[in-house]
């Protein structure tokens, strides 16, 4: 993403299955800030692959799924899927990036209602997305990881305002 109105967003975690640059595994999504929207673009390859030369469903729902937690910096709440509803237009291939865009659509309460959308560079949107996510506070997260870990989440910045490139 070169776009100059972008601000880049750092990762939820080094080993964040969507984002996280050190999980061998993961999409290693690169995510900037627009506005009150946040966007990635993603290249599913051959580690992603469902039908011959396709995206398999799964991965295309975690992209949605991770881009969803980084409106969190723009909500600057901290939350999680309750919900999650994507709608698989066309076949996305292998190889090809789309641009996936993502925002609050509205908020009831702890409930926050999120839309997505996937469009590849050709034009084409092949999927949407909407999710449920639930505001949570530390003690959703402090049984299961490292104490310092889930601090570093709910302590850094919600915005990270470095300009891409
Ligand atoms: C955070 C950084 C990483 C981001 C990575 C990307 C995001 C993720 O993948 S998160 C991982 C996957 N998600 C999870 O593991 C969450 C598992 N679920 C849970 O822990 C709980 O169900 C949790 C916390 C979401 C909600 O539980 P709880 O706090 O008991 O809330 P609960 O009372 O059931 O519901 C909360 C509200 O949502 C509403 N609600 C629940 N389900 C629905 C639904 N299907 N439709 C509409 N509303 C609903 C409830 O009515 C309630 O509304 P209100 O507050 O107005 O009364």
Known sequence: MADSTLTSLPPHHPQCL????????GLHLAVSR???SVVTDVTFD?????????????AISAACDDLF???LYVVE??????????DYLAPVPLGQPHR???GLQRRHGRRLHLEATGTGHDGITRFTAEALFVVVDHHHFAP???E???????????????KDR
């Open 18 to 25: 969507g984002c996280g640059p050190d999980n061998p595994a």
């Open 34 to 36: 627009d506005g009150d």
């Open 69 to 71: 937690g980084f409106v």
């Open 77 to 86: 709440e901290m939350a999680v899927t309750r919900r999650l509803t994507v």
């Open 148 to 162: 310092a870990d889930v601090q570093a989440m709910f302590t850094r910045p919600q915005r990270r305002d470095r």
């Open 46 to 58: 051959k580690r992603h692959r469902g039908a011959p030369g396709l995206a398999h469903g799964g």
């Open 100 to 102: 996936i865009t993502a």
């Open 144 to 146: 299961h990881g490292l």
